[in-house]
């Protein structure tokens, strides 16, 4: 089951610019993780906010988290064509001792030179 | 892509047949997950294994099988019993801070 929900699917801007994407979620989490994936290749892992915060940075990335609002958004900053990436956020449960993530859909970042 | 090699980069099978992909780790990791992915979508856990001769079903298990006999394998076997096979296989370790870190990737194309 895909527990996340991102948005928009796909979001093409100019360089320089401000990227911001969205993930909704349903059920309580441990924590969530954000994750980026050049085309063909594996997930590179961004960033991870715990469910007791709020906000988290690094670099140009900044997290927040809402668990009351169940949504979590990744904003990058002053965009770079290599930016261009699928983005995913994962929400993450342990369950039994083992951490389980579950992966929303992803969006398609795309910067334009 | 960090310390996991996955192999081989593609793979290509006629129906009917089974086919076992690799995934390596030299990170020390205990845990190891195996997902697919779809065109276009996110990715979906098949099994994953907290230790040594120990794995655990995902969410879409049926038509894979895996084993792990040493801490640093967890091969995963695409089973003639899958019934849409082709698709994208990516192998995770999770470190101590709650990090996945994902091998390349194998892409199977079942004919």
């Known amino acids: 089951s895909q527990q996340g929900e991102e948005d928009p699917q796909a979001l093409s801007i100019q360089e320089g610019e401000n990227a911001t994407m969205n993930c909704s979620y349903k059920?309580?989490?441990?924590?969530l993780q954000w994750y980026r994936q050049n085309s063909g290749r594996g997930l590179v892992h961004l960033i991870l906010?715990?469910?007791?915060?709020r906000e988290k940075h690094s670099g140009r990335l900044r997290v927040t988290l809402d668990t009351s609002k169940k949504s979590s958004s990744l904003l990058i900053t002053a965009s770079r064509a290599a930016d261009t990436a699928s983005y995913f956020c994962?929400?993450?449960?342990?369950?039994?001792?083992?951490?389980?993530?579950?992966f929303g859909q992803g969006t398609r970042l795309t910067i334009n030179p | 892509d960090g310390g996991i090699t996955q192999s081989p980069k593609y793979l290509f099978r006629k129906e009917g047949q089974n086919v076992t992909l690799s995934c390596e780790q030299n990170l020390n990791h205990d845990a190891m997950y195996w997902y697919r992915q779809d065109p276009g979508q996110g990715l979906r856990l098949i099994y994953y294994s907290q230790i040594v001769n120990d794995f655990q079903k995902g969410d879409i298990a049926e038509g894979y099988s895996v084993s792990r006999e040493k801490k640093e394998s967890f091969p995963l076997t695409v089973t003639s019993a899958q019934k849409n096979p082709t698709a994208f296989y990516l192998c995770a370790s999770l470190s101590r801070g709650d990090e996945q870190y994902f091998g390349p990737g194998t892409r199977l194309t079942v004919t």
């Open positions: 059920t309580s989490i441990n924590n």
């Open positions: 994962a929400t993450v449960r342990v369950v039994q001792g083992a951490q389980k993530l579950v």
């Open positions: 906010i715990r469910s007791n915060e």
